[in-house]
């Protein structure tokens, strides 16, 4: 498996929290926190989120590790769930910025181009640092056997909704053949993206050297050479 390069914690967007304490997901107590002191909570979640899940992880142990009483937690948050709507909001507002970077640096125009480009920026080039991908591991597979629903919350939608365009641009182009269902066509294969990916963040060995003929030749027998 190749290394991938170090990566560094995301900076917390001070809109997007201004934007949750409009939606009552936290209090404006939180928002006139330092902005290190907002950063430590938030990267606390991620963390301990992704190590314990949201069953696994107590309020108490969330104060003490971050450094706060218990009632300042709720100085902060209504609640626990509060505290993971908050973690996933904001992570997802930051792989919506990441997907936007991704399509910007495409290179190439074709489908194959732009799919290798997609998996290596999610896998081989990942932006995200190993802690968050265990978040990204909980939220989109662990947290649909927790106790508490989050609706309308779904990660993997970036994924999708990138495949798909690419999928129609290339039906529409020529490169995939016209009788294929574009829909179903990208939602096959985001699934499968989403499964490798997914697969490196849990340090399972992929092979990176023939990843276009799995990903491509494999899976789109129908993508002309």
């Known amino acids: 498996m190749k290394t991938r390069p170090h ?7 001070e809109n997007a929290v201004v934007a949750l304490v409009q939606r ?3 209090n404006d107590t939180f928002r006139r926190l330092s902005a290190d002191k907002k950063q430590r909570i938030y990267q606390t979640a991620i963390d301990l989120f992704g190590k314990f899940g949201y069953d696994g992880l107590a309020v108490d142990q969330f104060c003490r590790v971050v450094g706060i009483s218990k009632g300042s937690f709720f100085q902060y948050f209504p609640s626990k769930s509060h ?5 996933i909001l904001l992570f997802d507002n930051y792989l919506e910025k990441m997907f936007v970077e991704i399509r910007r640096t495409e290179s190439g125009p074709l489908v194959r181009q732009k799919l290798s480009h ?3 920026a999610l896998v081989v080039n990942s932006r995200l640092y190993p802690e968050e991908e265990n978040f990204y591991l909980f939220a989109t597979q662990a947290l649909k056997h927790s106790a508490i629903t989050l609706h309308g919350i779904e990660l993997e939608r970036h994924i999708r909704g990138y495949v798909e365009k690419i999928i129609r641009r290339g039906e529409e182009t020529g490169e995939i053949r016209g009788d294929f269902e574009v829909n179903m066509t990208g939602h096959l294969v985001s699934l499968i993206i989403g499964a490798l990916v ?3 963040f849990q340090n399972e060995e992929i092979s990176l050297r023939d990843i276009d003929k799995y990903l491509i030749s494999f899976l789109f027998d129908g993508i002309k050479q």
């Open 198 to 200: 997914r697969s490196t």
């Open 7 to 13: 990566k560094t914690v995301q900076a917390l967007n």
């Open 83 to 87: 505290l993971l709507e908050f973690t």
């Open 118 to 120: 997609l998996y290596d």
């Open 24 to 26: 009552g997901v936290v």
